[in-house]
């Protein structure tokens, strides 16, 4: 491997999008450094699912594999570190790691992630990604026709009731606390067999993370085989913000279509820049992150 002071690229997260933009990096004969601290967010979920030619595959193995084939080009090289600073640089930026060492390179990719924020409720952070599931075209057809339920509340409750609908008749809406829905929007769940559930949540009974029952407040008891939940999340990390990065209105690092940030230098891919959180997702935005970089960087050396 090169010195360190003469890397192309440094990456920031070694998950889907981080690996797929260094594989495309590595087979462009860019010098690059990946530095993961090891946390997906995916890390409870059994299947990936929706991954062409990988479809059900575990997320794990899917990481494994990825590593192994970044790892076949000479010119990269994966780091386990956690990367707490970062700076522009005359000519680059340089990344600091809580493990002590420092790495400097021309161009930046944050593919650091988000975080979930998830509520409260005993029970549900240890059945996230397992049975508390957030997206029904990663995990929706395992629990088809089974019962479900929703938690969410207005506008966005009921575009999620709506969706969950199309994969199983036997589904209810949990508001947790009283119902914001429109008159409107009631009606129209109530036609399509979608009850309405306003009473707080108080635990999810479970097993190794696989649902047996929904606990309410009131006592009251929902056996289930899913809940859907879409929580708010912020970034895993504050490098974005060290470099002066623009967000989103919702949080998320905004980028172009080149996968640029609001920083010249840094580029962005995967979950840290897109509600479309899906294995697929990631790599084809992490794929088309390398090929800018390498061309951003021919133009400027030609």
């Not at 700076?87 to 650091?112: I, K, W």
């Not at 769940?189 to 097993?207: F, K, R, Y």
């Not at 970034?235 to 996968?259: I, R």
């Amino acid at each position: 491997m090169p010195a360190e002071d003469s890397l192309d690229v440094l990456i920031i997260g070694g998950s889907y999008a981080g690996l797929a933009a260094a594989l495309s990096l590595g087979r462009a004969r860019r010098r690059v450094l990946v530095l993961d601290a090891g946390r997906p967010c995916n890390r409870q979920t059994p299947h990936s699912h929706n991954f062409l030619t990988r479809d059900g595959a575990a997320p794990a193995e899917l990481a494994a594999r990825a590593r192994a084939e970044v790892q076949a080009y000479p010119s990269v090289r994966l780091q386990a570190a956690t990367a707490v600073r970062a700076e522009a640089t005359q000519g680059g930026f340089r990344v600091t790691t809580a493990e002590g060492p420092s790495y400097a390179a021309r161009r930046l990719v944050l593919a650091t992630g988000v975080v979930d924020e998830l509520p409260p409720v005993p029970g549900l952070a240890e059945c996230w990604g397992i049975s508390v599931l957030h997206c029904p075209y990663c995990h929706g057809y395992e629990v088809r026709d089974a019962p479900l339920a929703v938690l969410g509340n207005g506008d966005l409750g009921f575009e999620f009731a709506r969706l969950i609908r199309h994969w199983s008749p036997d589904l209810r809406l949990l508001t947790n606390g009283p119902a914001t829905l429109t008159p409107a929007q009631a009606a129209q769940l109530a036609a399509h067999g979608i009850g309405i559930v306003d009473t707080p949540l108080q635990a999810l009974e479970h097993q190794a993370g696989q649902f047996r029952q929904l606990r309410l407040a009131d006592g009251a008891a929902l056996p289930l085989t899913a809940l859907f939940a879409r929580v708010p999340n912020r970034q895993s990390s504050d490098l974005p913000a060290q470099l002066g990065c623009a967000l989103t209105e919702t949080g998320l690092l905004q980028v172009d279509e080149l996968q640029r940030t609001s920083v010249p230098g840094v580029y962005a891919a995967g979950d840290t820049t897109t509600p479309l959180r899906q294995v697929a997702a990631a790599v084809a935005a992490g794929s088309r992150t390398g090929a800018f970089i390498n061309h951003e960087l021919i133009a400027a050396d030609f």
